[in-house]
Structures are given as structure tokens and as C-alpha cells.
């Protein structure tokens, strides 16, 4: 059977003039074009073989259209002729908000893009300068007017625990992410990486690093205003791999989507509770939730017991919508 997934392709950045603080890319020079183009060739075939009836190749990897544009033309021209023969449905890029203009989404449009993923991170500039960005919000909001004035799908990326950002500016940023018109979004906690900027300001006690359970509660309460307007989350947190759990610093979890959603149907059953002590809770999610509405380690349904004095916690999974709970309470 074939399924629908998209084709990452990870375009590293080359000569990249930004600084920002918690950034771990290596600064790559001297990239071989043509082997670049074999790479992304190769990438998609190996992944039409495997019966991936693709949706978008999606060039990630932080700034596609701050590359050097015949650099970033070629790419898309490669990547287009699957999009023309019907082997795919679209492309996908990440990019930085002012690296976004008329010229470029002319660019982008005119060769199979469907998506755009702007990394926005904070709309406070106070937090944008802190964390070394080199744009401001108003660049956010305008290129995301612009770009859902092309008819792009729009994914706002943003980033909890930054330099000086306040649990109200990441909340002023998911709203504005859903005001400007997104479609879809990613919520990254700060993570501090050896060999960064921020590594060397939390050493110096410039910078506090979130704690887990920081990083849980301010990525639920932003992904409970995308929830609740509309606005898909595609993703929590970063991918697990070596380099994430060995970071020193901040939100090195590799499962925090899966503990931000696991706090967010806490809150849900929480709300749903009234009086209870010594009775039987019965908690029913959709099919997919039950482990997250238990929570890692039963952490839920313990907290519950703990917190409400129920003898016992069961949950259920049934035909439901996501992120939707219903409680019984029975002596
Ligand atoms: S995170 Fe910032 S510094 Fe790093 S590659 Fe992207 S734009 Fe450049």
C-alpha cells in the first residue's frame, strides 16, 4: 500500500551571514552543486521505490531561499520535473522571513512550491535581538501576508525558551502566527547545543536553559492556541537523534511531542473533573491518544489518583476526534 509522507531533503546552509544564538549548523563552504543535485535525485528515487506516494519534497534545513539563488533555482528545477511527471504533488521549503519578497515567491510559485515554512521563532524584537535573528516581527508579518497572498500553505515555526522570552511573548507569538494566516506550525523548545553562542552565555549565567517540565508547559499552553484555532501542528520539539540527547543544556527530550500532548489531556481531564474522592475515573480519548492521555510512566492517570483521591484510573481509546476527552465517574 502506498502511503503519503513527505521527502526531506536537508539543504545545509552555505555561508550563512546570520548569528543566531542557538545555532548548530555548520557553517558549510564549497558545496559541490552537481553531487548536491545526484543527492536529491537519489533521495526521491529511493523513496519512490519504496511505494511513498509522496506528497511534497521538503528542503529543510533553515534558509532555502537565503542560498545563492542559482544554487536554490537548480534545486527546485530538479525537484519540479517530479512534480511535472505526477511522481509528487508539490515542494516544500523552509526559509527565514526576510528572505521572503515578490521576486522570490515569483521564483517559488513558478516551479511547484506549495508550502512555505518560516522560521518567525518570537514576535517580541526584544527576544529576536537577544537570540541574534537579524529580522524583526514586522518581517514576519509581512512576509506572511505576502506569501498567503501567493496562495502558499503557510507553516509559522516557532521557538519556546528563547533569550528574554517570557511564557506571554510565546503566547503573543502562536496568536500571531494564527493571525497571520497559518495553516500549519512547529513548536520548537530551545535546546543549547555545544559550540553555539547561547552554550557559551548559559556557562556564563547570561542565559537560564528551560527545564523539562518548563518546556512542557510552555509548548502545551502555545499548541492549546493553535488547537484551539484551527492551526495543525506538525511537530513538538526536535527530532531524536545522538546530537539532541547529548546536548548539555534545555529541552533535550527526544519525545516532546508526546509529552506536550500527554500534558495538554491532563489539563483536558482536569477540567472535566468535579468531586470525586475514592470513585472510579474512566477517561476516553481517541484510539491514538491513550498512552499520551496515561502519560509517560503513567503520569497522568498517577496524578489524578494523587490529586483527586480515585481509587482507580482506567482509559479508554474510542472512535473520537483528536485532542477530544470524555470522563465517566463511577463509585
Ligand atoms: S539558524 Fe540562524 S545562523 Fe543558523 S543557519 Fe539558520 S539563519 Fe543561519
Given at each position: 500500500m502506498k502511503t503519503h509522507r513527505n521527502i526531506p531533503v536537508f539543504i545545509p546552509q552555505e555561508g550563512c551571514p546570520n548569528a543566531c544564538v542557538f545555532c548548530s549548523q555548520k557553517k558549510i563552504t564549497g558545496i559541490d552543486r552537481r553531487a548536491e543535485l545526484n543527492t536529491l535525485k537519489d533521495t526521491v528515487e529511493k523513496a519512490l521505490e519504496n511505494r511513498w506516494q509522496e506528497s511534497e519534497i521538503a528542503f529543510f534545513g533553515g534558509s532555502f531561499t537565503a542560498i545563492d539563488k542559482a544554487r536554490m533555482i537548480s534545486l527546485l528545477d530538479t525537484a519540479y520535473e517530479y512534480v511535472c511527471a505526477?511522481?509528487?504533488n508539490g515542494i516544500r521549503i523552509s526559509t527565514r522571513p526576510d528572505y521572503i519578497d515578490e521576486t522570490v515567491l515569483e521564483i517559488l510559485k513558478s516551479r511547484g512550491v506549495t508550502a512555505i515554512e518560516l522560521g518567525i521563532q518570537s514576535v517580541s524584537d526584544k527576544v529576536l535581538t537577544a537570540s541574534g535573528r537579524g529580522h524583526t516581527s514586522k518581517h514576519s508579518e509581512n512576509a506572511c501576508k505576502l506569501i498567503k497572498k501567493y496562495g502558499f500553505r503557510l507553516g509559522?515555526?516557532?521557538m519556546v525558551g528563547l533569550p528574554l522570552s517570557t511564557a506571554e511573548d510565546e503566547l503573543a507569538t502562536?496568536?500571531?502566527?494564527?493571525?497571520w494566516g497559518a495553516d500549519e506550525t512547529r513548536i520548537y523548545p530551545t535546546v543549547v547545543f555545544e559550540d553555539t553562542a547561547l552554550y557559551n552565555m548559559t556557562l556564563q549565567g547570561e542565559y537560564e536553559p528551560l527545564s523539562l517540565d518548563d518546556a512542557v508547559?510552555?509548548?502545551?499552553?502555545c499548541m492549546d492556541v493553535f488547537l484551539t484555532r484551527g492551526v495543525k501542528v506538525l511537530?513538538?520539539?526536535l527530532h531524536a537523534s545522538e546530537q539532541l540527547v547529548s546536548a548539555p543544556y534545555g529541552a533535550t527530550?527526544?519525545?516532546m511531542g508526546e509529552l506536550v500532548e500527554s500534558e495538554l489531556y491532563r489539563r483536558r481531564i482536569d477540567s472535566l473533573i468535579q468531586g470525586?474522592?475514592?470513585k472510579k475515573l474512566l477517561v476516553y480519548v481517541p484510539f491514538s491518544a491513550c498512552s499520551k492521555a496515561a502519560g509517560q510512566h503513567r503520569k497522568n492517570t498517577e496524578y489524578f489518583k494523587n490529586t483527586y483521591g480515585f481509587s482507580q484510573v482506567s482509559v479508554y481509546g474510542t472512535d473520537m476526534p483528536e485532542h477530544t476527552v470524555r470522563i465517566h465517574i463511577e463509585d
Open positions: 505526477g511522481k509528487i509559522g515555526q516557532m502562536a496568536q500571531a502566527i494564527c493571525d508547559s510552555r509548548c502545551a499552553d511537530r513538538v520539539g527530550h527526544p519525545a470525586s474522592r475514592g
